[in-house]
């Protein structure tokens, strides 16, 4: 989708900002290793995550006609990332209507992709909206979702503290509606067993 503009690659340790809400949006990117989210602290200070990045996924596309970034991108992991300006992905565009297409399409997956989170954090139970969350992720062969060796980074992409989604995780494990393991690297392995019976 980007591949016909020039860019560059960018380093990020674990915990460094990309950029901050506030700053020139003068560059989109995308992730070429590790995990980038973009987060916005509230008011009150709660930690609000509003998109987790991942390998091959493309990050800030929505502020390329703004004039300054609405949030946060920190690495929660160390990265590598492509940084394109947004000049030149806009002549790219202009030059390669299939790419504009492509980041259209992009776009739309990730309109429903955060109505869908709007709709999560409307589920008031703890259990049932990380229920929804799994399923959603679910590799559709094994029913299994690696919610990576830090669970914070899941619990904040559904509004919930580590703690309730340690709850969670527990209760339906209890009730035998997931099974939970360990990868190789470290990574909480979740697999939906069956759906949990009706109240």
Do not use: W
């Amino acid at each position: 989708m980007l591949s016909s503009a020039p860019s560059r690659l960018r380093t990020l340790a674990p915990g460094e900002h990309l950029f901050r809400q506030g700053d020139p949006a003068t560059a989109i990117f995308r992730v070429e290793e590790g995990l980038v989210r973009l987060e916005r602290r509230t008011v009150d200070g709660r930690l609000l995550v509003l998109h987790s990045a991942r390998a091959g996924d493309p990050l800030a596309e929505a502020s390329m006609f703004a004039g300054a970034y609405h949030c946060d991108a920190v690495a929660a992991e160390a990265c590598q990332v492509r940084v394109y300006r947004s000049r030149d992905v806009l002549a790219a565009f202009h030059a390669d209507s299939a790419a504009a297409e492509r980041l259209l399409a992009h776009l739309s997956r990730q309109v429903q992709a955060l109505r869908f989170q709007l709709e999560l954090r409307n589920v008031r139970s703890a259990s049932a909206r990380l229920l929804l969350y799994l399923e959603a992720r679910a590799d559709p062969a094994t029913r299994a979702v690696d919610l990576g060796p830090q669970l914070q980074h899941a619990a904040a992409e559904i509004g919930l503290t580590r703690e309730a989604l340690y709850r969670a995780l527990a209760d339906l494990a209890r009730r035998k509606v997931v099974a939970r393991s360990r990868t190789a690297g470290g990574g909480h392995m979740i697999t939906i067993i069956r759906k949990p019976a009706q109240p």
